[in-house]
């Protein structure tokens, strides 16, 4: 079992920038890659950030491809999201996810994730 607990989320007016945090307890981090999803009120979860076991191989949705950048500390267990340039539309619930140990498979796919946090709020004003 991994458990996942998310911190760093707020208010920003726009154009700003917060840093994700979220960290795991329970096995060895280094083993799991690692996403983050949001979910605004009234829409489906979608996929944000996604990150193998090494951080050597990555994945961002278009939507924040170059304003965020998804990174890990495996000596800390920690994943971090580094949100740059926030607009209004980004503002959503996110959460960080776990893969099943050892798996890298279709990892924009959240039902291909293991082990969810309980999600951080991240409000963006314009």
């Known amino acids: 079992q991994v458990h996942l607990v998310e911190s760093g989320g707020g208010l920003v007016q726009a154009g700003g920038s917060l840093r994700l945090s979220c960290a795991a307890s329970g096995r060895t981090f280094s083993n799991y890659a690692m996403g983050w999803f949001r979910q605004a009120p009234g829409k489906v979860r979608e996929f944000v950030a996604a990150?193998?076991?090494?951080?050597?191989?990555?994945y961002s949705a278009d939507s924040v491809k170059d304003r965020f950048t998804i990174s890990r500390d495996n000596a800390k267990n920690t994943v971090y999201l580094q949100m740059n340039s926030l607009k209004p539309e980004d503002t959503a619930v996110y959460y960080c996810a776990a893969q099943d140990a050892g798996r890298w498979y279709r990892p924009t796919i959240g039902d291909y994730y293991a082990y969810w946090g309980q999600g951080t709020q991240v409000t963006v004003s314009s």
């Open positions: 990150i193998n076991w090494s951080g050597g191989s990555a």
